[in-house]
Structures are given as C-alpha cells and as structure tokens.
C-alpha cells in the first residue's frame, strides 16, 4: 500500500567552519517538519521546535550566521530527549507516511544524536532521500542542492535557506517534482 502522506524533515545542527565541531559530535539545534497529503502535496500540519545542545552548547558564529538561529534560542529550548517526545506526540496523530528528507544527511543525524542520548529512535516509517529521487525523476547529472532545485523550479525560496521549518516548507514545494508529474522547465 503507498503511504497517504509524506513527512518532510529538515534539522539544523551544532556545526563550524574551523574544525572544532567534528562531525560526530555535531547535535541537532532545530526540527523543522511538515506533514504533507500524498494525492495533493498540500501540507496539512507543521512541527517546529528548537533543541539545547549538550556537547557544544555554545553556537559558534559560522553556525548562528550559517543557521539564523541565535543563542538564546537553543538556551531556552528543550533538551533532544524532551523534544523528541513533543515529535512523537506531533507524529502519531498520522498513522501512514514515509520520512522524506534533502540527502541522507538528516536520517543519520537523528541516529546519531538518538544513540548519543539513549533514545530509541522515534521514527516508525521508511525513510527516502528525495534529493536523489528528484534528480533520477528528472534526469538531472547531479543531485542538486535545495537551493539549487528550488530556482530549477523557477520558484523563490522562501524564507529563511538553513532554518530547519523554511526548508522543510520548501522541500514540500519540490514533491510534484519527486513524486508527481510536474516536469522542471528546461
Ligand atoms: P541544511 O539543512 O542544509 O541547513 O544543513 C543542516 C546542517 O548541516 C546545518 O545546520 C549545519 O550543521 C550543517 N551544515 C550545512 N552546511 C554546512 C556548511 N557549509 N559547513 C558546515 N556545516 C554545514
Ligand atoms: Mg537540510
Ligand atoms: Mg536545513
């Protein structure tokens, strides 16, 4: 049976450009998520939270600048633990979805961060990278980049490019792309 919605993730994470957030120590800081209906691609319902980091707690600047989210953001957030049971409750109203997300960078940070943490992981659904799907359906030679596949669709990114909620809501905009007939202007 085909899933009857597709949850679209994106995380944002504890991240640097000088080398002093290895990556398997990163952490997510954001759960941007969008719950869209399989038949219409219309988004139904959406889930935002941030999350306080515990190995690196302090943002670097490459991060805040990267991201846009500020440090008082994360202190005054739930930990990943308290987070992921607001998902959970989020999650389980939709009993049928598939978890999409923009490479297969997001599947393995939420595995990693659930072992570091001791969490079972939260998600009951496979999961399917639509970056790679998107370029196969439309027979791109490479695997583009979110902002990249957005202006392919000639469409304006919206809000904010590395906020875990605008790219999740602009992932949704390309699913016609992925899963539906819609065909990239060439
Ligand atoms: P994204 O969904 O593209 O905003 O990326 C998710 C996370 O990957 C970010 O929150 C960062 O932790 C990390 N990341 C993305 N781009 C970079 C980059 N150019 N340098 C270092 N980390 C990055
Ligand atoms: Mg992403
Ligand atoms: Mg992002």
Redesign the pocket.
């Known amino acids: 049976m085909q899933a009857a919605r597709y949850l679209v993730i994106?995380?944002?994470?504890?991240?640097?450009?000088k080398g002093t957030v290895p990556r398997e120590h990163?952490e997510i800081?954001e759960i941007g998520a969008v719950m869209a209906e399989a038949q219409t691609f219309e988004v139904v319902s959406e889930f935002q939270t941030f999350i306080r980091p515990v190995r690196h707690p302090r943002l670097t600047p490459?991060?805040i600048s990267?991201?846009s989210i500020e440090q008082k953001d994360v202190d005054a957030a739930p930990l990943f633990g308290e987070a992921i049971q607001q998902f959970k409750q989020w999650l389980y109203r939709y009993d049928s979805f598939v978890f999409c997300s923009?490479g297969d960078?997001d599947l393995k940070q939420l595995k990693q961060d659930c072992e570091f943490h001791k969490i079972p992981y939260p998600i009951s659904a496979p999961h399917l990278n639509v970056k790679r799907l998107m370029a196969e359906r439309q027979g791109l030679s490479k695997k583009p980049g979110?902002g990249d596949a957005v202006r392919m669709a000639k469409m304006e990114f919206q809000g904010s490019?590395?906020r875990?909620i605008d790219?999740a809501r602009n992932i949704a905009r390309l699913l016609p792309y992925v899963f539906g007939t819609a065909k990239l202007p060439r």
């Not at 994106?10 to 450009?17: G, I, K, R, S, Y």
């Open positions: 994106d995380f944002e994470a504890t991240c640097c450009d990163m800081i490459f991060c990267l991201t923009w960078y979110l490019h590395h875990g790219d």
